[in-house]
T-cell receptor, first 109, second 115 residues
Framework: EDKVVQSPLSLVVHEGDTVTLNCSYEVTNFRSLLWYKQEKKAPTFLFMLTSSGIEKKSGRLSSILDKKELFSILNITATQTGDSAIYLCAVAGYSTLTFGKGTMLLVSP | NAGVTQTPKFQVLKTGQSMTLQCAQDMNHEYMSWYRQDPGMGLRLIHYSVGAGITDQGEVPNGYNVSRSTTEDFPLRLLSAAPSQTSVYFC??????????????FGQGTRLTVV
């Protein structure tokens, strides 16, 4: 059975802090790992990672994948209150996309 | 606008009632799926389809039926609603099964309450 584990499950930080969110996985027929941000509605796409060691960046967010150790991290630098959300990690096998439980991030002013 | 369209956005059912959640995409995506999201549980896969006429069960299929008669539509049926099915439901699609060159596209969700 495919499994995706995210940690921590929740996190409270102050504006300006840097945070690291973790995602480990056990998936047969691994194709890619995806990160999503979810506020009040549907998840919105952040990154897709397929190769180890190649960092993807978008503004203050970055992510990297380690296919040998089966994990990924999502970093957010200089956090802002608008970063408050649930961050979901998902791993794509051949025919399914399996999600972790998410990390709920709260950034206080 | 292109994308995944889910209807309705909100629904209240009485225990034992039936209903169908609609999902349609106009991107010619091969792969479509239904998830439910409960607090602290992430998204859990209910059913998925890798093409018209083909469906399969996900992690939590009990109490739900699906069909895929066309590429565009993937309705989710609750035959006899139960309070345990109170949840937010998301439909998602992607271009090609097994080739996640594009991310999954999500509908806006249906908030279902069963009383």
């Amino acid at each position: 059975e495919d499994k995706v584990v995210q940690s921590p499950l929740s996190l409270v930080v102050h504006e300006g802090d840097t945070v690291t969110l973790n995602c480990s996985y056990e998936v047969t027929n691994f194709r890619s790992l995806l990160w999503y941000k979810q506020e009040k509605k549907a998840p919105t796409f952040l990154f897709m990672l397929t190769s180890s060691g190649i960092e993807k960046k978008s503004g203050r967010l970055s992510s990297i994948l380690d296919k040998k150790e089966l994990f990924s991290i999502l970093n957010i630098t200089a956090t802002q209150t608008g970063d408050s959300a649930i961050y979901l990690c998902a791993v794509a096998g051949y025919s399914t996309l399996t999600f972790g439980k998410g990390t709920m991030l709260l950034v206080s002013p | 606008n292109a994308g995944v369209t889910q209807t309705p956005k909100f629904q209240v059912l009485k225990t034992g009632q039936s209903m169908t959640l609609q999902c349609a995409q106009d991107m010619n995506h091969e792969y479509m799926s239904w998830y439910r999201q409960d607090p602290g549980m992430g998204l859990r896969l209910i059913h998925y389809s890798v093409g018209a006429g083909i469906t399969d069960q996900g992690e939590v299929p009990n109490g739900y039926n699906v069909s895929r008669s066309t590429t565009e539509d993937f309705p989710l049926r609750l035959l006899s609603a139960a309070p345990s099915q109170t949840s937010v439901y998301f439909c998602a699609s992607s271009f090609r099964t097994g080739d996640w060159g594009t991310e999954a596209f999500f509908g806006q969700g249906t908030r279902l309450t069963v009383v």
